[in-house]
Structures are given as C-alpha cells and as structure tokens.
C-alpha cells in the first residue's frame, strides 16, 4: 500500500510538487529572512564595536564619565598587564589597547609651512602585534584602497575624506597637533601609507589609524591606552554575555580596586583581585596622587555633578571600570529595541507562514475528501486514511523542509558571505550613527532547525486538522463529497 | 437449491436531524434479499434509495431497526469491522466513477487487492481477468482522463468486481452515460451476475436499465411501495 501511496504521490503533482515547492520556498524565507535580520543587527553593532566599543571595554571610571573628551589624562597604564589579566579572566574575547585621540592634522608645502589643516578624530590601534586581530576585524585589506598598511611607528592611514580635504596622498607626511596626556602641547610627523574607505557612512570623514606604538609617542602615553577593547572570539556580540561580564567584572574587580585605591589600609582586598594587584599597588603609591594634582591643576573637569560618588581629588576615579557595548553610545535602548523587534518580527514571520503552510495542509486535505471516501468505500479503515495522510505530510514536510534549509542557509552564507550594498542610501544619510554600507547576513545554529517549525510542524497539523473530520464526519457525508 | 439471504433488514428507519427537528428518509422499510439476485432500488430524488444503499454498506447506521448484511449485523460491528466487510466482501459502483486519476486501469483495479493484501502474482492474475471481463485490456496503461465516460465506468465495475465480492452496491451507475453505454455496462454487470454468485444492488431511477433488473423496488418517502420480482427480464 506504501508503494502504491508514494506512486499516487510522486504523479500527483498538486499533491506532491506543489506543497513541496510552498515548503522549500516558505522555509527558504524564513531562514534567510531571520538570518539576514541576525545579520544585519550584528553588522550594526559590530561596526559600533570595532570603531568604538568593543564588544566591551575597559577604561578607567573617570575616562568613562568624559569619554566624549577623549580624555586620554584619565587613561589606564600597564595595559600589558590588564590586557594578560583580562585575556586569563575571559579566555572567549580577545583584548585589545586602543588610544582615540583629536587634533589637527597639518600638511606643509614646499616651504614648510601650512599648505592645508583640518581636524582630525585619531585612533591608535595595535597593527603588529602577533595576536592582535585589528586588521581582520577592521576588515582594512579591502578597505586600503591605496597604498599599504602600516609597518612603522610614525606611519599613517587616512580615510579618502581626510585625503581629499588635506589634498595628501600615499607617502605624504602630515603633522599631527595635539596634547599629551600630560596635557602638554605635541606635534608628530606621520607618514601616510594607505587611504582607506570604510563604507561605514559618516564616521570615517576625519579619521586616521595610526599604529598605537606611534600614537603612544606622539601623545607621551607610552604603556597606557584611553582604552581596552574586548571582542568575542566569534566576533558575534551575545548582548546577554557581555553584559553579565560587565557585571562581573565591575562587582569583583573594579569595585575591589576601587576599595582598595581609596583606603590604602585595606590589604585584604588585595588577596582576591587575582592578578589586580601589581597595577593596584602602582596606582594606589604614585600614580593617583599625581594624577589627581594634575587634574586639580586642570579646570577641565571641575564640571563634574555627573560623576556621581567620584571626584577628581578620589583616587578611585582610575580603577578600570568595563562597560558592554550596549552601555556605550547611547545603544542600549538601540539593542533592547533590536533584541524585541528581531523577536517579534521573526515571530510574526514565523506566524505567518506557519498559517501559510498550516492552511496548505488543511486544503490539501479537504481537496482529497472525496478520494478518501473512495478509499473507505472500498475497504480502507478511517484509521488507516488518516495514518496515511499524516506520513504523506510528514514526508513532503520533511523532505521540503530540508531543502528549504539548505536552500535557505546557502542564500544566507552568500549574503553573509558577500553582503548587499546599500551604499547609495547610507550615505545620503546624515546620521551619527555607525552604519555599514554593506549589509551582511548571519548564520546562526537555529537556522538548521527553525524551519522544521513551520515546514513539518504546521504541514502536519494543518493535514491533521483535515483528517479530523474523517473521524467527525458519517462516512456517507464524505460519499456526498466525493459524488459532487 | 436453497439460497441464502445476503440482506436481511428489519423495520428500518433512518433519521436526519434538521436544525431542532428532523427528517425520515427511511421508515419500516423491511426486506431481504437472496445471494446472486440483481435487484433496483427504484425511485425519484429523495425517496430513500441512495440512503438505503449507503446503510447496506454500512457506510450509514441506522435509527432504529435490524440490518443483517452477510450474517453480520451492521449495528453491532464497529467502523473497523465494517470496513473489513466492505474490504473483503462487497464492491462499489457510483455514477461519476470515481476513478484516481493518477493511477491507470490497472492500478485503479489493482487497489481492492492490495488493500486485502492479496499476493502479487494473484494480483497480476485477477487484475487482468477483471480488465478483460469489462474488454478493457487495450486501455490498461490508460489513465482516466484519457478514456470516455464509459471506459471509466467500466474501469470502475472491474475495480469493483476484482476481489469477486459477494455484494455489489451502485449507486446510479448509468446517470452519466449515453444510452449505448448504459446498455453495455448493463449487460456486462448482467453476465458477471450470471458467471459469478454476486448479488448486485442499484440504486437507479434510470428507465434504460430497468429492463435488465430481476427484482424491482419502488421507494417513495422511504418507504416500499411496492417489489416486484421479474422472471424474464426485457434484456436478459
């Protein structure tokens, strides 16, 4: 009979092409529908994270209350140290210094003097560590439009922008002006070796990267960094995970230093900050006293209501602090709203074609009505019809489901893969936020299994649903059927 | 020789309920029918005659009253038994063929045997006895669609006589076919009544047939009106 079924089933196209097809293609869109929203949610996070957040960041709390300064006189020192400690503590990210900084950028003419200025936003990244993962993360090989990366100190990368406002090209050298961390007036010669595009809107239009050993010079922050940067292994920000790191971090080491910066007497603290203590003890006998003189000399931060319990005369103020990426540039309501919006989008989604599919099964049951009266006529038991149309649904289900996964999550590799531009649109945009011009989609583990949801489930229940009124109907009802 | 009865049906009645009432189709309807008589329920629309037919097939209950088909009594047996009782021991015959169209002859044919898992080289045997008796055996790769209205209705007696059942239930089976083919499918169900021990049953109110039927029952308003048994028939 089995055989005799999958015969009907295999000539009956309405039966068996169609249904399929509705399923391949239904599956298809939902997994690369919620892929591709996964996707385009990470693209926009991740850009926030690799120019300015991390997926978490380290810096000191008073570095955190003037972040919009770029107060590198409040930065972290001993980053070597931080970073080691950090990598040991959360072994899944990878840390890395960051030194942001302002200034002018000044391009000489023949003569020496000024042929063009401008302002520029720096950043300071590590390029040649063995370990460090900046440029993959920057994804600079197919940004550097000309020329190379940087191989010395004193080399520079500028955005196209900045090229074309400065009127400098590859091997040009520029004169960065800006202050030490001392607040001390500096001017550094960089060499241009490369100009980049990032395709990320507006956010590259004054920027130049810069290898963190020659911003650590032209700045005087030599072991120091404004900031430490944690990305996940993946690369993929779990917003759950970052911030229950943050939490812990903040509640078991940054809390500690902080006790312990402000009362000196307080050893015992010491004895489960793990590795904290070297910095700790370095802070809390030299650094913090002149520090806080420094900044008392400084009148920069004497408007300081929002920072809370800190002062600047309070030494915690340089206990490293983490923030997640969701506390950083005002995102949280951004990734609260994604996280619901992604769910109740994928869930109507997933709603929809579930009733799709859920219908094509109830009609593709009803439409059969009068075959099944023909079969019960001639001797087949309810039982036996209604098994048989479940393993028929079950079967197309499958079957439709599986090549809708992997139709769906080959689509969703490509666009991950290659992306969809939509450079056009960004940048006619005059927003501040990090926004990529290439959108890419993600796939994710619930891609494999998110289309048996609607693609089996719904098929099945939708063909149960008709076969219950086999059972509910007189048999001569479903006759009736079957002679109109 | 005696014969015994296949159909033994005891002050029927049969009820529908219509909205808070309801309507009777069938009432004190009696009768019994001998193994291997060809006999017409006769009658207009809503006589009772396809209601009487679908409770033979017990593919209806009955209200109330006795309904004894093949020494079982319809009433008593469950939906799976009755089920069995058609499997095994009765064929079916309706007016729009019912053929599945993405099986050919044969395999439209074949379906009664396979559901009483008959094996294959008896399948094959049957199969093409049942073909040859309705003169199909040029068609049998043919699919319904491909064949006039009355090569399915002949596809669908051989369907309906493969498994050589001993009741067969037809329920109109003329009402779409030309006079010339009305005339032939009778008169081949009239010969395999004839070869076989078949009680055939109609349900009809098609004049070109009745001169074929060996037993004629008038129904009206789900009653007989009257039965009358036909020694020599007009086209016998």
């Not at chain 1, 800006?178 to 010669?189: I, K, L, P, W």
């Amino acid at each position: 009979m089995i055989k005799f079924l999958a015969k009907g089933l295999i000539r009956d196209r309405s039966r068996s092409l169609f249904p399929l097809l509705t399923i391949i293609i239904t599956v298809t869109l939902v997994i690369f529908g919620i892929g591709f929203m996964e996707g385009a949610m990470n693209n926009f996070l991740q850009s926030t994270a690799v120019i300015s957040s991390g997926h978490v960041k380290v810096v000191t709390k008073a570095y955190e209350k003037e972040s919009s300064q770029l107060p590198n006189d409040l930065a972290l020192f001993k980053t070597n140290k931080i970073i080691q400690n950090l990598s040991d503590l959360y072994p899944n990210y990878f840390w890395t210094p960051r030194i942001t900084f302002g200034g002018l950028l000044d391009t000489p003419n023949e003569d020496g003097d000024t042929k063009e200025q401008g302002p520029v936003f720096g950043i300071g990244i590590d390029f040649h560590s063995k370990t460090s993962r900046q440029i993959e993360i920057w994804e600079l090989e197919k940004y550097l439009l000309h020329g190379n990366l940087p191989k010395n100190t004193n080399d520079a990368l500028i955005s196209t922008k900045l090229a074309k406002q400065l009127s400098v090209n590859v091997g040009s050298t520029v004169t960065l002006i800006s202050t030490t961390m001392d607040n001390a007036f500096t001017t550094y010669n960089f060499e241009i070796t490369g100009i980049f595009n990032l395709n990320k809107g507006q956010v590259d239009r004054q920027m130049m990267l810069v290898d963190i050993s020659g911003a650590r010079q032209a700045l005087g922050m030599e072991g120091a960094a404004s900031e430490i940067l944690g990305y996940h292994q993946s690369l993929y920000y779990n917003d759950n995970e970052a911030t229950s790191m943050r939490n812990d971090f903040n509640l078991t080491i940054s809390d500690s230093i902080t006790k312990v910066l402000r009362d000196e007497a307080s050893y015992d603290a010491l004895s489960y900050m793990n590795g904290w203590n070297m910095i700790s003890d370095i802070e809390k006998r030299k650094l913090p006293r002149q520090r806080t003189d420094a900044l008392s000399d400084n009148q920069m931060y004497d408007n300081n209501e929002d920072w809370e319990d800190l002062s600047v005369e309070d030494p915690a103020i340089y206990a490293p602090t983490m923030i997640a990426l969701r506390d950083a540039s005002q995102l949280a309501s951004m990734v609260d709203f994604s996280n619901v919006a992604m769910g109740v989008m994928a869930g109507i989604f997933l709603v929809i074609v579930t009733i799709v599919l859920w219908n094509m099964g109830l009609m593709n049951g009803l439409r059969r009505y009068g075959e099944f009266g023909l079969r019960l006529a001639i001797g087949e038991s309810k039982s036996q019809v209604y098994r048989s149309m479940i393993i028929e649904a079950l079967l197309i289900g499958f079957v439709g489901t599986l090549l809708g996964t992997i139709l769906g999550v080959s689509l969703t590799y490509y666009v991950q893969e290659n992306g969809i531009d939509y450079s056009e649109a960004i940048n006619q945009m005059s927003s501040d936020m990090v926004l990529p011009n290439v959108f890419y989609a993600k796939v994710t583990s619930e891609l494999y299994y998110i289309g048996f949801i609607p693609g089996v489930l719904a098929t099945v229940l939708g063909t149960m649903l008709a076969g219950f009124a086999i059972y509910r109907r007189e048999m001569s009802q479903l006759f009736k059927e079957l002679e109109s | 020789m005696s014969t015994k009865n296949v159909i033994e049906i005891k002050n029927l009645v049969k009820q529908f309920s219509v909205g808070e009432g309801y309507f009777t189709a069938l009432q004190s309807v009696d009768l019994s029918l001998a193994e291997g008589e060809f006999v017409g329920l006769v009658g207009p629309s809503g006589s009772g005659k396809t209601t009487l037919l679908n409770i033979i097939g017990g593919l209806d209950s009955a209200t109330h009253g006795s309904v004894n088909v093949l020494d079982k009594s319809i009433e008593k047996t469950s939906h799976n038994e009755r089920a069995e009782i058609r499997r095994k021991n009765m064929g079916f015959i309706f007016q729009s063929y019912n053929l599945l169209p993405v099986y050919t002859v044969y395999e439209n044919v074949e379906l009664p045997l396979i559901l009483n898992n008959v094996e294959k080289t008896d399948r094959v045997k049957k199969v093409t006895q049942a073909i040859e008796w309705v003169g199909l055996q040029d068609k049998i790769n043919s699919k319904p669609a491909q064949m006039s209205g009355g090569e399915c209705q002949r596809t669908a007696i051989a369907r309906a006589i493969v498994h050589e059942p001993a009741l067969l239930l037809a329920d109109e089976p003329t009402a779409n076919l030309d006079a010339e083919n009305s005339h032939n499918i009778m008169k081949i169900l009239s010969k395999l009544n004839t070869e076989m021990s078949t009680s055939f049953v109609f349900a009809t109110h098609d004049e070109k047939i009745m001169g074929y039927l060996k037993r004629i029952i008038h129904l009206e308003d789900g009653r007989i009106l009257n039965d009358k048994k036909i020694s020599i028939p007009k086209f016998s």
